[in-house]
């Protein structure tokens, strides 16, 4: 099928799980930061699987081929996965610069950094028996683990990265072996630190991926929109990633208006096509959507275009993102038509 259609992983947490207004009024949590749920230790698990259940059948019922499980146990993408590893001290937390170049509490690095156990396992097995679609799941990529850390123990980040990508490898075998269908490493962080990134963050993106038997994706953005306003013209750190081992690339193109042209670069890749604008409250109709897709097809096949919000939907209200991806399924639908005869 053309024009597969998916989230790049979150999707909004209900209000009556999870403090909403203090979520949206911090940076995104690198430490733990328990105190944004709304509900007791003791009862929160289960909550959370409920919510987690909404959002399947929220997805579905939009009409995504692709589900996540909304990442709704997270206080953000990484600390669930960071905070869980070795070698960091957490009641002693360091501080790190965060993108937007503001101090953030992160995770102090104070030994070797190693994967204990499986962290996300669990999660890709309970998704996998509340939906029959395929299944995607998200981890950190070592890269951007390395950024939010305070190094307090190696003789460089690159070391600590390579560490990172260590337990991204072990942690993405499980999650395969679990039954995800696509594994997405979030690497936000190379498009912020395009230097870095070429100095080490690639060798350790590429050694996450070593050995890995599945679909992998990886995904770079310019940050969540409800918390990093202005959008370059293009990305700093983009086509290095053809590079990369990884299946599939995961992009915005929506908010920043993206130059599809700079998409010839990734020739080889399938691209998850960012074409819902985060940063605006309006519902896109389905010809806004489809308009969107259609400006990568001069630089992309078909064939190797998947559909997909910029970014993490976690900030939106839920009826925003409901509608939102309703417009992007329909969206998907409207260029399926279109293409139907020659592609």
């Not at 499980?69 to 610069?97: H, K, Q």
């Not at 951007?144 to 490898?169: L, P, R």
């Amino acid at each position: 099928m053309l024009f597969p259609t998916t989230l790049v992983g979150s999707y909004p947490q209900p209000e009556w799980l999870i403090d909403r207004a203090k979520l949206a009024g911090r940076f995104p949590p690198r430490v733990r930061a328990r105190e944004l749920w709304r509900i007791p230790q003791e009862y929160l698990a289960e909550a959370q699987n409920d919510a987690t259940i909404m959002a399947i059948k929220a997805q579905e019922e939009a009409g995504l081929d692709i589900i996540t499980d909304g990442e709704i146990r997270r206080e953000s993408y990484s600390n669930r996965f960071a905070t869980a590893l070795e070698g960091v001290d957490l009641d002693n937390p360091g501080s790190a610069l965060d993108r937007s170049g503001h101090p953030n509490p992160v995770p102090r690095i104070t030994g070797k950094i190693r994967r204990k156990h499986a962290v996300e396992a669990e999660d890709v097995k309970f998704l996998r028996s509340h939906t029959d679609r395929k299944i995607k799941i998200t981890v950190p990529g070592p890269f951007t683990m390395s950024q939010q850390a305070q190094n307090d123990f190696y003789k460089s980040e690159e070391e600590a990265a390579y560490d990172y990508a260590d337990a991204v490898n072990a942690e993405i075998r499980d999650l395969f072996a679990a039954g995800a269908d696509v594994v997405q490493i979030d690497e936000p962080y190379m498009q912020a630190r395009p230097q870095k990134a070429e100095q080490y963050g690639l060798a350790a993106l590429n050694r996450a991926l070593d050995g890995v038997q599945g679909t992998t994706a990886v995904h770079i953005c310019f940050g969540y929109a409800a918390i990093i306003h202005e959008r370059p013209s293009g990305y700093s750190f983009l086509t290095q990633l053809s590079g990369c081992s990884c299946h599939q690339v995961s992009l915005e193109t929506a908010q920043s208006n993206l130059d599809c042209s700079t998409l010839t670069g990734l020739s080889g890749k399938t691209l998850m096509l960012g074409a819902i604008d985060l940063s605006d409250m309006n519902i896109e109709t389905p010809e806004i959507v489809a308009a969107r897709i259609r400006r990568a097809l001069p630089y992309v096949e078909a064939k190797n275009i998947i559909v997909a919000p910029d970014c993490g939907m976690k900030y939106l209200p839920r009826e925003v993102a409901f509608g939102k991806m309703k417009a992007m399924v329909e969206g998907a639908k409207i260029m399926r038509r279109e293409l139907g005869e020659t592609a």
